[in-house]
């Protein structure tokens, strides 16, 4: 896959039929957030809201993900989030092995073209697809670790925070951690 800019890579993905999620989906969720942005959040897959709205963390996890975003004073138009799979899979299931390695030419190719300094791994799913397939985030959440010369940490997801709130002031920890570096490294994230 070699696309010219996202708006071309977005147009192919909403009409990917590769994996059998396609079959059940309401939307595509591509990603949104600023193409130019030095920091990428990336999830797990879409869940209900998403796939109605074809928008990424938009039902609780996304509420909370944005009081995150509040306490790092940095907004959604300042970022770009996406996910491992771009198709909601049944009941919230775990994308399968075999999903996301389908789907993640379209992350490689959206990382390519936005060229982020800083990839920021949304839950296990992500974590151990793109930082350590053995990724426990109970122990590695907040570690950063360069891959290809983009600085990368997992962290929490935040419908697990829901689930598992006394994980919260860690989570924050982490929020916090993000929020230095991207000071130290005069990451851009206003536009
Ligand atoms: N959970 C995810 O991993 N991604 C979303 O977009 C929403 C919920």
Redesign the pocket.
Known sequence: MNCGNLNELRRLCLDCRLCELHSGRTNV?FGTGNPHAEIMFI?????EQ?DITGE??V?R??RLLDKYFYAMDIGREDIYIS?MVKCRPPQNRDPSPEEQDICLQYLREQVRLIKPKMIIC??RIAAQKLIDPGFKVTKQHGEWVEKNGVLMMGTF?P?SLLRNPAQKPAALEDFMKIRDKIAEMKIKVKK
């Open positions: 969720v999830g797990e897959g879409p869940g998403e990424p963390f039902g996890a996304g996910n949304l839950g997801h419908a």
